[in-house]
């Protein structure tokens, strides 16, 4: 019995418990996100690679003269290595944010298209020589005609996942060398791997484990202690780390900012180095000027009482519109006070009027002109609070009402000509 077959035995068995314990803490802590179910579904192949290559150790160790198992095994270990190809893809594409394709059925059906015929050829006892015109224990590997289509098939999906993986990694904006290399142990460590077992044909010390347990370690980094990508469960900073208002903590005790997100570092970096000379007294709430801006801020002391957490609000563009509001409703009170004057000039008109018939024409035109006035008023009051119920659409609601106050005092002048003329 070779020394090197139960070297393999031992690390094999050790990957895969590791392994299989990995992938029941994914399913625990399991999400209704496709990012997860991908991950998921890549790992049971990975998992299902590396068994193919345990069980031909079982055969090497247990059945030496077991042809027909070792086939299976070797067949076997092909199902994973080729469809984590394409798992890790779509995986890869939905971590990127390109949704729309990775869940398009046609898509899938072409990503999964070299798998298939894979696993095709290598359980169709009649076509099998198209993968495999040799494959017997100890022995070098024979490849049919099929196997470098279908190998290069199943690369080309990989190189095409960590393209995106790389295009995913340089745009965004910290960490970027630690993130690529965390990104690049899987694929091109297996590759390596799958790469000199196949052109050498010979295989003994299975390197396997190694290369598989040194990629499954960078992804769970990646996962669950840098929090590079949406899988399990999402950091609390990296949300707050993307709102659009300014959050930071202020550390009392040194004087400083030990945290703030990308708002408060870039647009308001100016606001939160003013609002330190403001902290401390630690008020419950704060709303000033700050760096030209009009912010209101919540200000919450932490657990050790040495830290403060700041969650600001940028209200300068709610107090200009409220400004031009209150600026219009003036302009709208003067005309009102125009308007009533006006009405006052033609009731003491209407008192010099000596000729009833001129008295009836002139009463008609006054009383249509007033129902004008009137609907203006209730027209106007109605926009008025509507306004106020809602500043963002103030100003159009209030350039109607100087239109209207405007057409109102035109027909009442025009009325007061008619009445005078006659």
Known sequence: MEPYRIVNFIMQSAYLIMHLLFIIVLFRRRQSSPVWTWFFCFCIATWMWVSGRFLETIVYLFFPTNNSFYQFAANYQYIGDTTAAAFYLLWVLYLSGQD???????????????????????????????????????????????????????FLLLLAGYIVSVRFVLRTERDRLRQLVMFSLFPLLPVAAILIRSISGIDRFDYTPIVMTVCIASLYQIIFKHHYVNIVSLSIREVIDQTEHPIGIYDSSK?????????????????????????????????????????????????????????????????????????????????????DDVRRNIDAYLETLPDPEKIRRKQDLIASTRKLAGDVFRRVEENLHT????????????????????????????????????
């Open 100 to 154: 729309r394709l990775a869940s398009s059925g046609w898509f899938q059906v072409l990503v999964f298209f070299s798998p298939f015929i894979t696993c095709l050829l290598v359980f169709t006892n009649p076509w099998h020589h198209l993968f495999y015109t040799k494959l017997d224990m100890g022995q070098r590997v024979g490849h049919g005609p099929l196997f470098i289509p279908c190998l290069l098939g199943s």
């Open 255 to 339: 004087g400083n900012w030990s945290y703030v997100n990308r708002a408060a570092a870039c647009e308001y970096e100016g606001v939160m180095r003013q609002l330190t000379a403001r902290l401390s007294d630690v008020p419950a709430k704060l709303e000033d000027d700050f760096d030209g801006k009009h912010m209101t801020a919540d200000v919450m002391p932490l657990a050790g009482g040495t830290f403060i957490l700041v969650a600001a609000t940028d209200m300068s563009e709610t107090y200009r519109e409220q400004s031009v509001l209150e600026g219009q409703i003036c302009e709208l009170e003067s005309l009102h006070r125009d308007l």
């Open 387 to 422: 306004a106020k119920l809602d500043p963002g659409n103030a100003e159009a609601v209030l350039r109607e009402n100087l239109d209207l106050t405007r057409q109102s005092i035109e027909a009442i002048r025009n009325a007061v000509m008619q009445l005078r003329g006659e």
